[in-house]
């Protein structure tokens, strides 16, 4: 392992890759901290300039992105109080208060490692169990995959915090969109109304485009008439100047703390598409409850900033193992890397790290090398990173909005992906008007294919639907997905009886 991986360092090392590295992590520190571009949209606006990249170039690329990414948001959280991605928003909570207090370059620096030594952290986890992760997985039959998906779509529906009933209809949409098209057997037309568009099917990215960034679009729209946020009054260019090992050391001397939040980090990473926001609130509630001074939270103890940035970066470590292992995207950014990789020609999944041991350790490589540019990146350029965010959005918006549309269109070179992003951004608006969450038909769309093939071959090697319960590894992932929902209604349940008991009560005058 060890040797793959010293060849995996010395691939990235060479000017084609690391370049690629580099300009994937400063798009990332930049879109992170641009309040409003959001991780996945940034990954989304690099895509189309990687397809004529080697695919370790663009791998690398996506990889610098999303470690950048996690990472880019604290600068703007703890500078300016707007948090850059949902991933930083526990890092405002204790950041900005600090920097207020005079000690801005503390709060950044103390993010900026807290985020390297969690990062580096997750790294451990994803490099020591992919390997073992994809042989268990080698284990699987059709019928386990089968389970396997229907598990994670079980637990992304059920994880959905306002209704359970949303979440499922939102996945049954995504499954619905897979359906259209030949299907991936037999190659047999499904409701395609004889229309020649409908023929191919759609495409998994032009949907993504679409449901993600064009809703995140319509939304900033909708806000830009809205007041400024609170703290932007903040922005003057502050001193960043700290004692790195002052910092470091701090960090370091709260050892339990940091693998705390790392573990946490890379369990909710490794759960498909909760993503860096659950982890870095949820280290950060920890963290609170097990600390000596609870009633410092809030107030810019190092403790919080600590917490939030060391379990957003852990985050990605666990997110790359989920889709190396088994071919599961663990959030909207690995759904794109995925959906790259197909474009590649490359299939991720249990053989991905024995059948592509160059590539699968040039990602590890990059991930690990990631981190060293991101710190280097931050010190070099956070003050420029803050001009940056004051980039008007009546600016940035058509901007962004362009590069989808070529995106989307330069996948094939067809117009028909543009109309898919087009369909698929309005429905995206329209069910987050609804309130209806949007990863369960993100995960529908990538899933579907997989569970229909893993389910058809299923039959065709036994007609007996009894082997989906008693063979041992599908049978238990069938029960966990029973539970997730059933635990998930409960959860629902619970927490309506708890708002109707804090009611006041009617009074009969």
């Known amino acids: ?22 300009i994937g992590t400063l798009a990332g520190v930049v879109g992170g901290a641009l309040p409003g571009v959001t991780i996945t949209m940034t990954i989304i606006l690099i895509l189309p300039f990687t397809f004529g990249l080697d695919p370790l ?51 950044v620096w103390l993010g900026v490692w807290a985020s390297f030594w969690g990062g580096l952290l997750g790294g451990v986890f994803l490099i ?67 229309s020649e568009f409908l023929q191919g099917g759609f495409q998994f990215l032009p949907i993504l485009i679409g449901v993600f960034a064009f809703a995140q679009i319509m939304t900033d729209i909708e806000k830009m008439g809205g007041p400024a946020p609170a703290g932007t009054v903040a922005r003057v260019a502050p001193s960043l100047s700290v004692s790195h090992l002052k910092v470091i050391a701090e960090i370091l001397g709260r050892p339990f703390l940091l693998l705390r939040s790392t573990v946490i980090g890379i369990l909710i990473g490794v759960l498909p598409a909760i993503g860096g926001s659950a982890a870095n609130i949820m280290a950060y509630d920890q963290a609170k409850k097990f600390s000596r001074h609870p009633e410092r939270f809030g107030t810019g103890t190092p403790e919080g900033i600590i917490a939030s940035e060391a379990s957003n970066n852990a985050n990605v470590g666990g997110s790359l193992v989920t889709i190396m292992a088994f071919g599961i995207p663990g959030d909207a950014v690995t759904a794109v890397m995925l959906g790259a990789m197909i474009i590649h020609g490359i299939q991720p999944g249990p053989l ?13 490589a990059a991930y690990l090398l990631a981190h060293l540019i991101m710190v280097l990146l931050v010190g070099a350029g956070a003050r420029l990173f803050l001009r940056i965010v004051t980039v008007p959005k009546p600016v940035l918006i058509p901007v962004v909005l362009v590069f989808c549309v070529i995106g989307a269109y330069a996948l094939n070179n067809i117009i028909e992906n543009v109309y898919v992003l087009l369909l698929f951004g309005v429905l995206g608006y329209a069910m987050v008007k609804l309130g209806f969450p949007l990863a369960p038909l993100i995960l529908g769309v990538v899933l579907g294919d ?15 639907p009894w082997l989906f319960l008693t063979r041992p590894i599908s049978g238990t992932l069938i029960g966990l997905s029973v539970v997730s929902v059933a635990f998930a209604v409960w959860q629902h349940y619970r927490t309506r009886a708890r708002l109707a008991e804090t009611a006041e009560p009617d009074v009969d005058f």
């Open 450 to 464: 997989q569970i229909e093939v893993n389910l058809v071959r299923a039959i065709m090697t036994d007609a007996n």
């Open 57 to 107: 170039q663009g791998l690398a690329a996506m990889t610098g992105v999303y470690v950048g990414g996690s990472a880019g948001g604290l600068v703007t959280a703890c500078l300016i109080g707007i948090p850059g991605t949902p991933s930083a928003i526990a890092t405002t909570f204790d950041g900005f208060p600090m920097a207020r207090k005079g000690q801005p370059g503390r709060a």
């Open 1 to 22: 392992m060890l040797e793959l991986l010293g060849a995996g360092l010395l691939n990235i090392l060479q000017a084609k890759y690391l370049l690629s590295l580099v």
């Open 352 to 364: 991905f790290v024995s059948q592509e041991p160059r590539l699968a350790y040039g990602i590890f």
């Open 128 to 194: 020591a169990t992919t390997g073992p992760l994809a042989a268990f997985a080698l284990e699987f039959g059709p019928w386990e995959f089968f389970s396997l998906f229907l598990f994670a779509l079980a637990m992304v529906a059920g994880l959905t915090e306002a209704s359970l009933l949303k979440g499922l209809i939102s996945g049954a949409i995504g499954l619905m969109a897979t359906i259209i098209g030949a299907d991936p057997i037999m190659g047999v037309p499904r409701l395609t109304l004889g």
